[in-house]
């Protein structure tokens, strides 16, 4: 089975330094991962995710993930945090075992993410 | 470019009251579609899914239910509110294909069953 774990609930940072918001997962195949950011009371933003191919994946906003088997990580990083990062992350991981056409996601419970001035 | 509304944003019922959250999807055709909800800020549970028109998948045993009466429009019910019903609702569509993976989100819907 497919899961996703996000080991912190809070990450604090200051404006201007790097972040990084962790992720792990668990699947039985080869990993589909995804990153979301969810701002109050909105719906969740898709931001990047991991098919394939380099390990480094880059997406919106400045944002980037690194994927690593090894360690089956999968963990956001930002080089210069922003106010306006502060929001609530998820990390997600695609079921692959329930008919490749459904795209069911599987969500960690989030990250807090405040940056402060 | 796609689309996805949900309707109201905001709801406020009291227990035993009846349900209807509507999403809808524009710009796609025979989209996946997918209710989530969001308790406290946190953890997303997935509600229903949808493959097709008519065909609806449930995830977890509740007194909700689900229904796709067109290609690009997915309705959440109940019947009779209960306190626990409360939360953030939200609906998401992906496109069934083997090279596109990621789900689009709604902009939600926040249930308070008083």
């Known amino acids: 089975a497919q899961s996703v774990a996000q080991p912190e609930d809070q990450v604090n940072v200051a404006e201007g330094n790097p972040l990084t918001v962790k992720c792990t997962y668990s699947?039985?195949?080869?990993?589909?991962l995804f990153w979301y950011v969810q701002y109050p009371n909105r719906g969740l933003q898709f931001l990047l995710k991991?098919?394939?191919?380099?390990?480094l994946v880059k997406g919106s906003y400045g944002f980037e993930a690194e994927f690593n088997k090894s360690q089956t990580s999968f963990h956001l990083k930002k080089p210069s945090a922003l106010v306006s990062d502060s929001a609530l992350y998820f990390c997600?991981?695609?079921?692959?075992?329930?008919?490749?056409?459904?795209?069911?996601?599987?969500f960690g419970r989030g990250t807090q993410l405040t940056v402060w001035p | 470019s796609q689309t996805i509304h949900q309707w109201p944003a905001t709801l406020v019922q009291p227990v035993g009251s009846p349900l209807s959250l509507e999403c809808t999807v524009e710009g796609t055709s025979n989209p996946n579609l997918y209710w989530y909800r969001q308790a406290a800020g946190r953890g997303l549970q997935l509600l229903f899914y949808s493959v097709g028109i008519g065909q609806i998948s449930s995830e977890v045993p509740q007194n909700l239910s689900a229904s796709r009466p067109q290609d690009r429009q997915f309705i959440l019910s109940s019947k009779k509110l209960l306190l626990s019903d409360s939360g953030f609702y939200l609906c998401?569509?992906?496109?069934?294909?083997?090279?596109?993976?990621?789900?689009?989100f709604g902009p939600g819907t926040r249930l308070t069953v008083t």
């Open positions: 997600a991981v695609r079921d692959m075992g329930r008919g490749s056409t459904l795209g069911r996601l599987y």
């Open positions: 998401a569509w992906s496109v069934p294909r083997r090279d596109l993976y990621e789900q689009y």
């Open positions: 699947v039985s195949g080869n990993p589909y």
């Open positions: 991991y098919i394939t191919g380099d390990n």
